[in-house]
């Protein structure tokens, strides 16, 4: 088992780093340069420098070294913690991180939490119920769910909840009110999903005879379906529930800009649109790292839900 | 349930009245703004107290700066403008330069030195008096802050500048090197407001974030977060404010609170349902928001924005399909304005008449010129031999396609508009997407053939900082903006401007440069930029100043 753990461990860091270096890669190949990026954010362009001024600007921001060197660099501090400093923003991007992250991470803690209630309880009760109309509707609900655009349910939230009936806020952070319409939109497609699949796998675990046995000992289908079903219908579930938390920072990009949120969301996508190499890396570093524990937890988990699957060595040659 | 709709139309007339400098053309601007700015009487006394909540397009992302000198975002500037005070005030209907911090002041025959009279009652809110000194403090900082950063925004106010001096604690002398006739509108703006010493004392990265920003305003600056918001207070004692204002003394609000929204629908949402003040879009609302807007009961205002007009800029680089001036006056020719400004804008939305907008200081209304015609645009091209094939939708020439890139940041309305006007007359215009962090590169490779940029400032000279390569904030862009002998007479206007400091000499010289970035469709104007606004029926004394912002001096609330 620690083992395991521990070749997990490695396997994580290998992910990280990868994750920066990819990044790094990608901007530094696309067609512009950090120090016209740097001067674009205050609209100056780098033609109307001197080669003088140009030098002293790349020289202040650690460009005027070789590349590799500038990657080593920036690796040795991001391993301290340090991502350097925003091209655009001129502050630490710890600090920006420091600001942005708190309300980013509830949000999406609170969405993945009701994304998981829902999800189960479509999924529940559209097996549970007998076959018909209902059962029918409910069965479809996911795929409507997977399909509405994001921004369309967040405007549509904002619509009744915050301009007609008045009872929540269409924007900002300010009290647990703040974060009720955006977590429901993070959650609908979120929820959407995880029901689909656990849907289907009830379906197949119902179809097993260890289930016509319990059900053959007089359990209702109630209980058939929380004590003996439920365990094993949960495992593929367990493993998307995995990859959608991952998902969150991208979810968390529309969903930000709509409720006028402060987040990591709209940091990312500012950064990518700005090209500040920095923040772009912190945040896929970080996207990377919910993204590897999160997987980990859920692996670690597996044992638990089904005892069949050990992470001990499987040789017993004696 | 629904209150009458009520549409204040805050219409500028043409500015360039002042030009003509006489006293009776004054009073004549005074009749016809009769229901422009008037306070708005039938709501009784102003009410002092409450909080204001302004919603707004976002602060910069790239720059979040509530520096004076070094912002050029409407929105950043709108703020300084409320916390800052400048030297003297701009009246928005008519141009003319009042009084503020400074009572009066005196310009050298030779345009080179500048001298202000100075109030002696002006403290800033540290408790620190505004002297001579401080004056002198916040100019020489300026100059600081441009060998730091090259090219920050409010250096093209200063061009030209030599050194000041404080004669005495109320009196402070300018010196320039080069004349610089726009330095006394300058002075109106927020790019020269002037803070307390204080505030110096803090490099302009720490300025940009607002943590030192010390001013002489109506309202004290109390909390910058970038992408969130501002907060501001009432100045206690504030007893100089400039004579546009509708009343003297202390503002009447306790507090504003801005918030950064940047979802238009959402924005206007909340104004309508009684969840903010006002609403201050960057994009004018679309007509479908005004009527929303007018049936909740809530008025809406505008403004057009001094400086130019939403133009579009030409590569007319060696070789580029628009160094042909008979292709670029086709591209002009082609737009039907009148439409454009209907159907994206709506019925009420005025046509763009020249390449500045009207409210800017010298416009000279070029409608005629501007005027949509087709069939002299077809003409034009065929001249040139770009001729139009049978069957074919575009014109060619020697097997190549009339083809002409505008690179943009999104898909929107009005450049589809814009293509379908192009393509009637057998013009292939493409519109690339683009990231705004690639835009230098894109100039610089020069892959476009046109291009858009603005700035406001209620004073024409502005357009140097996009035209004139010495001052632009892109050399690569002004020097391809036509061919050299356009760009040195463009060039040579401009310096005419600022040597002329009577002000009818400098409207001839403005009048002949309009005619030529007209004519020559250098500059080819789309739409008239306009700063609207929506408040809610609480709210009271809404004044735009002369650039377009939102004073927030005069503003009221009634209690429920």
Redesign the interface.
């Known amino acids: 088992m620690t083992r395991y753990v521990l070749g997990r461990i490695g396997q994580a860091a290998l992910v990280l780093w990868a994750a920066y270096t990819a990044t790094f890669a990608i901007l530094y190949l696309l ?3 950090p120090v ?2 740097q ?11 001197t080669p003088e ?1 140009r030098e002293a600007a790349a020289a202040r921001l650690g460009l005027d070294r070789p590349v590799w060197e500038q990657y080593l660099v920036m690796l040795g501090n991001a391993l301290r913690g340090d991502f350097g400093v925003s091209f ?4 630490p991007v710890s600090d920006l991180l420091a600001q942005r992250l708190p309300g980013t991470v509830t949000l999406s803690v609170v969405a993945v939490a009701l994304a998981l209630v829902l999800g189960v309880a479509i999924a529940f009760t559209a097996t549970l119920v007998p076959r018909g109309a209902v059962a029918s509707l409910l069965r479809r609900l996911p795929a409507v769910g997977v399909s509405v655009p994001n921004f369309w349910i967040a ?1 549509l939230l ?2 009744i909840f ?3 009936l ?1 009872w929540l ?5 300010q009290g647990w009110q703040s974060y009720v319409l955006p977590a429901i939109t993070m959650a609908i497609p979120t929820s959407a999903v995880l029901a689909q699949v656990l849907i289907r796998s009830f379906d197949d675990t119902l179809d097993e005879p260890y289930i016509a046995t319990a059900r053959a000992k007089g359990l209702t289908r109630y209980d058939v379906q929380v004590r003996h079903a439920f365990r094993n219908a949960a495992l593929p579930t367990l493993t998307i529930l995995g990859l959608l938390v991952g998902s969150t920072v991208t979810g968390s990009i529309v969903v930000e ?4 949120r ?1 987040g990591i969301g ?2 990312a996508q ?1 950064s990518v ?3 500040d190499i920095p923040v772009v890396q912190a945040i896929v570093v970080l996207a990377a790292a919910a993204f590897v524990v999160v997987n980990l937890i859920v692996d670690l988990l597996y044992p638990l839900l089904d005892p069949r699957i050990a992470h001990t060595p499987k040789v017993s040659r004696a | 349930m629904s209150a009458p709709p009520r549409r204040r139309k805050n219409t500028p007339r043409p500015v360039a009245l002042v030009a003509l400098g006489a006293a009776s053309l004054l009073a004549l601007t005074a009749c016809a703004s009769g229901a422009t700015t008037a306070p708005v009487t039938d709501a009784g006394e102003p009410v002092v107290g409450g909080t204001l909540i302004l919603e707004q397009w976002p602060d910069n992302a790239a720059f979040a700066c509530v520096d004076p000198f070094q912002t050029y975002w409407i929105e950043h500037r709108q703020v300084i403008r409320n916390y800052a005070d400048s030297l003297t005030d701009q009246d928005p209907e008519t141009g003319e330069i009042v009084p503020w911090l400074a009572t009066d002041w005196d310009i050298s025959a030779d345009g080179l030195t500048y001298t202000f009279h100075l109030r002696d009652d002006v403290t800033f809110s540290d408790g620190t008096a505004f002297t001579a000194d401080s004056v002198v403090l916040a100019l020489e900082s300026a100059q600081a802050t441009l060998q730091e950063l090259p090219g920050a925004y409010g250096g093209v106010y200063v061009a030209g500048y030599e050194s000041s001096t404080a004669l005495d604690p109320t009196t402070v002398q300018v010196q320039f090197s080069t004349p610089n006739a726009s330095f006394l509108q300058g002075t109106s703006t927020t790019n020269l407001a002037i803070l307390a010493a204080s505030a110096y004392e803090a490099t302009p990265e720490e300025r940009c974030l607002g943590t030192a920003n010390v001013g002489s305003g109506p309202f004290v600056l109390d909390a910058y977060t970038p992408g969130e918001g501002i907060d501001l207070s009432k100045r206690a004692g504030y007893a100089w404010a400039s004579e546009l204002n509708d009343h003297q003394g202390e503002a009447y609000l306790d507090a504003i609170r801005i918030n950064y929204v940047a979802e238009d629908s959402v924005r206007v949402g909340n104004l309508t349902s009684g969840a903010s003040d006002i609403a201050w879009p960057r994009n004018p609302f679309t007509p479908e928001q005004i009527a929303q807007v007018e049936a909740s009961g809530a008025t809406v205002h505008s403004r057009s924005l001094p400086g130019p007009a939403y133009n579009l800029y030409v590569n007319a680089a060696e070789g580029a399909v628009l160094a042909d001036e008979n292709v670029r006056v086709a591209v002009s020719k082609a737009i039907d304005r009148a439409t454009y400004a209907a159907t994206i804008y709506g019925p009420d939305y005025p046509v763009v008449a020249s390449a500045f907008d009207e409210t800017t200081p010298f416009f000279v209304d070029h409608s005629a010129d501007l005027a949509f015609d087709p069939e002299g645009a077809a003409a034009l091209l065929e001249e040139s031999g770009w001729v139009l094939e049978d069957g074919a939708t575009y014109r060619t020439k020697d097997g190549e396609t009339l083809t002409i890139r505008q690179p943009i940041t999104a898909d929107n309305p009005g450049d589809a508009l814009l293509q379908d006007q192009l393509k009637a007359v057998g013009i292939d215009l493409q519109l690339p997407v683009f990231q705004a962090a690639e835009r230098a590169s894109i100039i610089a490779g020069g892959e476009y053939d046109l291009l858009v940029n603005y700035y406001t400032r209620a004073d024409p000279g502005v357009l140097q900082w996009i035209l004139d390569d010495r001052y632009a904030g892109s050399k690569a862009f002004a020097q391809s903006s036509a061919d050299s002998q356009t760009v040195a007479a463009i060039k040579e206007l401009f310096d005419e401007g600022l040597r002329q400091s009577d002000p009818s000499a400098r409207a001839d010289v403005y009048a002949d440069l309009q005619e030529l970035l007209i004519g020559t469709a250098v500059a080819i104007p789309v739409f008239e930029r306009v700063q609207l606004a929506a408040t809610g029926p609480d709210v009271h004394g809404f004044r735009y100043t002369s650039e377009a912002f939102l004073s927030y001096y005069d503003i009221w609330k009634s209690q429920e």
């Open positions: 067609p512009s340069d016209a990026l001067l674009g954010a205050n609209n100056i362009e780098v033609d109307s420098l001024q655009a923003k001129q502050v405007l904002i619509q915050a301009f007609i008045g806020p269409s924007m900002g952070d800009t709509v409720f006028s402060n709209r940091l500012e649109l700005q090209q």
